[in-house]
C-alpha cells in the first residue's frame, strides 16, 4: 500500500503565490513510485495549477466542494466540474464541520458525488475535545465513519481514504495537545474494526487511514510507525517547503 502525505493549504497562498510555490515543491522531490504526495490549494487557484502540476511527481486535491453536479446553487463548485482537475477531493474536515456545520447526510452525500465523479475523497473523522474527556468519542468516531460512509457500497470502498483528524489536536485549536501514537492506534483500530462490521474483514484492511493533527518534521514518523496508519494530513507544515519536504523524506524513510 502506497504511503500519503497530503497538504491541506486551508485559506492560504493568493494564485500567483500557489504557482510559486508548487513551483518550488515540484522541483525539490523526485518522483516516488510508493509515496503520494498530495496537495490541496484554494479552490479558485486548483485549475490554473492543474495546467503546472507535475503529476506523475504529485496530485492536486480540493478542499471541498458540492455534492449536486450541476444546478441552481450559487457560490457552490461541484465535484463534476472538479474532474479531470483534482484526483482527490477532502470532504467531512472538521472545520467544515463545525465551522460551518456539515453533517454526516451532506456529508455522505460529497462522498457519494467524489465516488462517482471519479475523484477520492479524503473522509475525515474526529472528535472534540470534550467528547474525548467525557469518553463519547468512541461513539463519535463510530458514528461519523458509518453516517459518512453510508452511500458506498463494498465495491467502491476501495475508492475511498479516510482521515482520522481528532479536532482537539489541531494546531488552530487553541487548546490543542498532540495526539500520542498509543491514541492515534486505538482510534485508527476502531476506525477499521467499525469498517469491517459493514463492508468486511479484506475491505476494512486495505483502506489507507491517514492521521492529521499538528504533523511536523520532528513527530511525523512517530505517527507514520503507528500500527494502520497509511500517511498523513496536515495544513501549517506543508506551507512551508522545508517542513513539507521533510516530511516527505520522512515518509519515505519509513517505508523503506
Known sequence: MKT???GNWKMNFTIGESSIYLHKLLKSIPKYRDIEIVVAPSTIALQPLSLQVDRHILKLAAQNAYYRDYGTFTGETSFA???GIVDYAIVGHSERRHIFHEDDKSIRKKVAAAVRNRIVPIVCVGETESERAFGEHVDVIRDQVI???LDVSTE???KVIIAY?????ISSNRTSRLATPDEVAESVKLIRETLAETYGEDAATNIPILFGGSI???NAGAYLTVP???GLLMSNSSLILSEF???IKTAKRVQS
Do not use: F, M
Not at 165 to 169: G, I, L, S, T
Open 156 to 158: 467502491d470502498l476501495d
Open 147 to 149: 453516517g459518512s460512509l
Open 81 to 83: 466540474q472538479l474532474r
Open 228 to 230: 494502520g496508519v497509511n
Open 4 to 6: 500519503y502525505v497530503v
Open 165 to 169: 483528524d481528532p479536532v482537539w489536536a
Open 216 to 218: 511536523n518534521p520532528s
Open 245 to 247: 519536504t521533510d516530511i
